[in-house]
């Protein structure tokens, strides 16, 4: 295996069609106009010596190092700077050049330490390739001068130019004394991470790289997504893991596992261990950027809480007894036929993972269905995205985002609605940014001031901060003022959608209370402000819709999604680059879970089990009958399971006790239960009332494929024995044979060629194919053998759009005098979900608790000041947390996060939930805050019965 | 019993939706909904709610109830 290595190309791709065609050394290339001369040099294979270009970023003409000639023209000008034009002909060595490039090299190296034997990037370092390239033998300037490399000077003096190492990033260090300061750094935070976090201080040789106005990095607006670290040519910026290791030896393209945008990764390793995780160019979603969670939050994996033994007790409250995975799954097999006995079939039922890759959740769906002989199947889809399987599925007819994510590129304005990208999504947000900042126009709908709502080069034109629970009356308003304001895109509405349901909606929409004016008494929003931003969505040009949980976790999250469906539908913004409606997804494999039919009522490929052709198909290709009737989801199974019908779950990569809605009614069912099996990393917070422990496996210790949020799916490939012994799908499979089921699949390939045979929308899809393509978007078939980046381009999935009436209906879940605050929550960049994984990585440094948001005005009423404790109580139940004051929150809202299980935000969060799904209403509960002195006895009481259920007995020893 | 409030919570709440299209439309739709996504024993709880006079219910949810499907009876010894 060896290390794999993209091309550098010295200067960003240039789109024109137009092709200029120059000679570079005695070679003909034809190349895109706009190609700089260091780029079609590349093209051919020709390395112009260059550190200060790197094609992630625009040229910037510093180093000088890359000059060349040009026949009929004066100088010697740079090559990154100097675009290809029809007829150049460009000389790139000579003995002119050469002996300029060797000067710039020895002044360079004249203020470069000289440690390379012992420096981190030895073997790795571009300025030391130069020193090759050129020829360097001798710097004939000595290093006794003015410097920025030593302490202190011979006799002793101390060096003012010199600065010492910034070691306070967890996970890449910044030598000053390293640097060259060619601004790569500064612009890749500028340019790919959109972030302005780094700048250069001081002028000619008083020229340092600074994060913000000279501090650390971790005091800095830093956001540590390593963009830096990997654009800089020298070891300035280093990861500690490469200082601590050592140089990789070979890589692996993989996935990242945390969220819905998916970032291609090389996973550089040596040997099984892995050195670090650098975004991979070619990977289509992320473009070889990435965040701090992927890019350096992977330590999880080998931390020493990780449970690698399988265990088993028989009461919740005894320790965990480890035992071998015989009898760990044969006490799986015989209590849930045991439960099927006594309680009938439909006692038992499972839940796949998110996390884990296609191949599993198809696998542990297949089990429940034809092994349980049960659908009580469900995915943690149904506490996020599950209301846009249901909206999208009726307004277009297939249950997925209509874009790839390269699609903003052409976007002129972006509607972004309950979602926070630069926190929940960072890569996609950096490339929305991008966007941006080159004059794309910005709407914000969500009742906190986001990020994007104004930060560096970043100004919403609009933002409507409505009331939590209002999305719907607030999108119909902007539909309102569409309709009767004459902007629906008639020739698309006339083509392509349902006309009759159209013109009632139409009139629907059109009414006087329907009006933004109308609304805005219990909306909040300013009814100028909805009207302008309606104007700029219909009227700006191409306009996509990008939304998150903000618009799902309501009780009328379908209707939102329906919602948002019609605004892309009247206004044309479909089927083609730049627009659409696109949810950005939770968790990585979120998208590919729903897909491979983990809900209760469909197979794989989003199709009702009731429908007879399709379940008989299913029913032959397994040799197992199944059940017609939709299963239970997680809410009911929890219900169900308190009702006394509902005792034994296979869950598998999922917290639901952390992660659902309404804490006490989710260990209620689950104390009730007779056989929890939780197949995870850790002991998460269900594994509290687990019976079996089937210890999981990390994506670097499996291969599998995960699905994106634009559908792309791609291969996650192992780089690891999996130190727990089995990857997850072996463990099914495991599983299943105590069922009596007789898989025997040897590789995660044979389930995605069984999904592909089951699923049309699969049926082109193969391990092979994606290695072939780098990744492949679904709908993958004879019709799109290629895949489809873009949905719905000449008609819909379902034929014609339909329009469906949204009626606002507010909440049951109201403020009143006992509960006159409305707590809303989300999610922060550092952490991801419930917290498992990166709550063991130095990712704490940054939020190392969850506080509660709330606006001065709300804060002075209660004598609450900064970083007090605060008790929230809503009528659920009540938690404490402490107090963060800011007006990003409106006054009557407050927000927190719930990435920590001590914060049991959910306790406070009740059971209302969509009505078309049951997905959760989190986004909306109302509260009181008020001073406390401390955690509640609620929170006390579960840290010590947390405690308690994770002990492990002590192995007896061997006489 | 506390199971059936929140079942009739349910299907009042998808009833809300359909609402909008009157009630010509909006019943076979609501029926069609619970019929799709709930599994047999909220669907045998509804319907035994309904039995014992239905109290709660929307009207469009109540006439949606009466047209579903009788739910297939699952006891226990048969797994």
Not at chain 1, 511 to 522: G, I, M, Q
Not at chain 1, 859 to 869: L, V
Not at chain 1, 900 to 920: E, G, K
Not at chain 1, 926 to 953: C, H, K, M, W
Request: with cysteine; net charge negative; aromatic share 8%.
């Amino acid at each position: 295996m060896t290390l794999v290595t993209e091309i550098d190309y010295g200067t960003p791709a240039s789109k024109s069609e137009k092709t200029v065609t120059l000679t570079i050394d005695g070679v003909e290339v034809t190349v895109p106009e706009g190609t700089s001369i260091m780029r079609a040099a590349m093209e051919v294979g020709t390395k112009i010596p260059k550190l200060c270009a790197t094609d992630s970023v625009e040229a910037f003409g510093s180093c000088r190092l890359c000059l060349v000639e040009i026949e009929g023209r004066a100088g010697t000008p740079a090559s990154c700077t100097t675009p290809a034009m029809n007829g150049l002909v460009v000389h790139t060595q000579n003995s002119r050049l050469k002996q300029l490039r060797r000067g710039v090299m020895e002044l360079y190296i004249s203020d470069h330490p000289l440690d390379c034997l012992t420096c981190a990037a030895n073997g790795d370092c571009e300025l030391q390739d130069m020193a090759g390239a050129v020829g360097l033998r001798d710097v004939r300037y000595g290093y006794d001068g003015a410097n920025h490399v030593f302490a202190k000077s011979k006799d002793g003096a101390a060096n003012d130019a010199w600065m010492p190492k910034d070691e306070t990033n967890p996970y890449f260090t910044y030598d000053p004394s390293k640097c060259i300061v060619c601004n790569r750094c500064v612009r890749a935070c500028e340019e790919v991470q959109g972030t302005f976090a780094l700048t250069i201080a001081g002028r000619g040789f008083e020229s340092r790289v600074s994060p913000g106005m000279s501090e650390d990095f971790l005091d800095s607006e830093c956001v540590s997504c390593g963009a830096c670290v990997q654009a800089c040519p020298t070891a300035t910026l280093s990861e500690k893991s490469l200082i601590d290791i050592g140089q990789p030896e070979h890589s692996v393209v993989t996935t990242c596992a945390y969220c819905g945008v998916g970032c291609a990764f090389k996973a550089e390793m040596r040997g099984e261990e892995v050195v670090r995780m650098v975004p991979y160019k070619d990977g289509k979603a992320n473009r070889g950027h990435s965040c701090v969670k992927g890019r350096f939050a992977w330590g999880y994996a080998t931390h020493k809480e990780r449970i690698l033994k399988p265990m088993v007790r028989d009461k919740i409250t005894d320790p965990w007894r480890e035992t071998t995975w015989e009898e760990a799954i044969g006490r799986v097999v015989s209590e849930f036929k045991r439960i099927q006995y006594q309680f009938g079939r439909e006692a038992v039922g499972g839940i796949t993972s998110s996390r884990c890759t296609n191949e599993e959740t198809f696998l542990v769906q297949k089990l429940i269905r034809a092994g349980f002989g049960v659908n009580n199947v469900d995915t943690c889809a149904r506490v996020c995205h599950s209301p846009t399987g249901y909206g999208l599925r009726t307004a277009f007819g297939t249950s997925a985002g209509t874009q790839d994510f390269d699609s903003v590129e052409d976007s002129d304005v972006m509607l972004v609605i309950g979602a926070n990208p630069t926190d929940a999504h960072p890569v996609f947000a950096s490339r929305m940014k991008k966007r941006l900042r080159a004059g794309a126009k910005l709407i914000v709908v969500d009742p906190r001031r986001i990020d994007l709502v104004r930060s560096a080069h970043i100004e919403a034109s609009h933002h409507l901060p409505l009331l939590p629970g209002t999305n719907v009356a607030v999108l119909t308003a902007m539909a309102h003022v569409i309709v009767t304001e004459g902007l629906v895109n008639e020739k698309f509405v006339r083509e392509r959608c349902e006309l009759d349901d159209f013109q009632e909606w139409a009139a629907f929409v059109s009414e006087e209370r329907n009006s933004p004016e109308a609304v805005a008494k219990f909306t909040g929003v300013d009814p100028a402000e909805l009207r302008a931003a309606a104007r700029l969505y219909a009227t700006g040009g191409n306009a996509a819709i990008y939304y998150g949980l903000g618009v799902t976790e309501h009780s009328q999250g379908s209707t939102t999604v329906m919602a948002i469906a019609n605004l892309a539908m009247v206004t044309g913004n479909l089927g083609r680059r730049g627009v659409g409606v696109n949810p950005l997804r939770g968790q990585n494999n979120v998208q590919g879970a729903c897909d491979m039919g983990s809900f209760p009522h469909e197979l794989s490929g989003y199709r009702h089990i009731s429908d007879d052709t399709t379940r008989t198909m299913f029913e032959e290709f397994w040799g197992a009958k199944l059940n017609p009737e939709p299963g239970l989801r997680i809410p009911n199974m929890l219900d169900a399971a308190v009702e006394g019908t509902f005792k034994g779950i296979y869950i598998q990569g999922e917290d639901i006790l952390q992660s659902d809605p309404d804490t006490r009614h989710v260990s209620a069912g689950l104390a009730a239960m007779e056989c929890v099996v939780v197949q995870d990393l850790f002991l998460n917070e269900t594994a509290n009332y687990a019976h079996v422990f089937l210890p999981g496996s990390t994506f670097l210790e499996k291969d599998g494929t995960f699905t994106n949020a634009e559908r792309r799916i791609q291969l996650v490939r192992k780089v690891m024995t999996p130190l727990n012994g089995y990857a997850d799908w072996e463990i099914t499979q495991l599983l299943a044979h105590g069922f009596g089921l007789d898989w025997k699949y040897a590789h995660p390939s044979e389930i995605m060629d069984e999904i592909a045979a089951l699923t049309p929308t699969f049926k082109n899809v193969s391990f092979k194919k994606i290695e072939e393509m780098g990744s492949v978007q679904w709908p993958c078939n004879d019709a799109n053998p290629e895949g489809s980046p873009i949905m719905h381009a000449t008609t819909f999935a379902r034929g014609k759009g339909k329009f469906m009436l949204t009626e606002y209906v507010p909440t049951d879940e109201r403020t009143g005098p006992r509960f006159p605050l409305l707590l809303t929550t989300g999610r922060i960049l550092s952490q991801y979900n419930v917290g498992a994984q990166t709550r063991r990585t130095d990712n704490v440094m940054w939020h190392e608790e969850d506080r509660l948001e709330i606006h001065p005005h709300d804060a002075e009423q209660r004598g609450i000041k900064e970083g007090d404790w605060v008790r929230i109580q809503s009528r659920a139940g009540e938690t404490a947390l402490r107090a963060l004051i800011t007006d990003r929150v409106a006054p009557g809202v407050v927000y927190t996060t719930f990435h920590h299980p001590m914060t049991q935000a959910n306790v406070i969060t009740t059971d209302f939930s969509d009505w078309a799904t049951n997905c959760p209403e989190y986004k909306v509960t109302a509260v009181q805050v008020g001073l406390s002195n401390g955690p509640t006895q609620y929170q006390e009481d579960y840290e010590a019965f947390a405690q308690a259920s994770r002990r492990i007995a002590a192995v007896e020893a061997a006489e | 019993m506390q199971q059936h409030d929140k079942l009739v919570m349910m299907a009042n709440q998808i009833a809300k939706f359909f609402e909008a299209q009157g009630e010509v439309r909006a019943v076979p739709q609501i029926a069609k909904h619970i019929q799709d996504f709930w599994d047999p024993r909220m669907r045998r709880g509804i319907l035994e709610h309904v039995a014992s006079g239905g109290a709660g219910l929307d009207p469009l949810a109540l006439a949606a109830i009466r047209k579903l499907h009788p739910a297939p009876q699952v006891s226990a010894h048969q797994a």
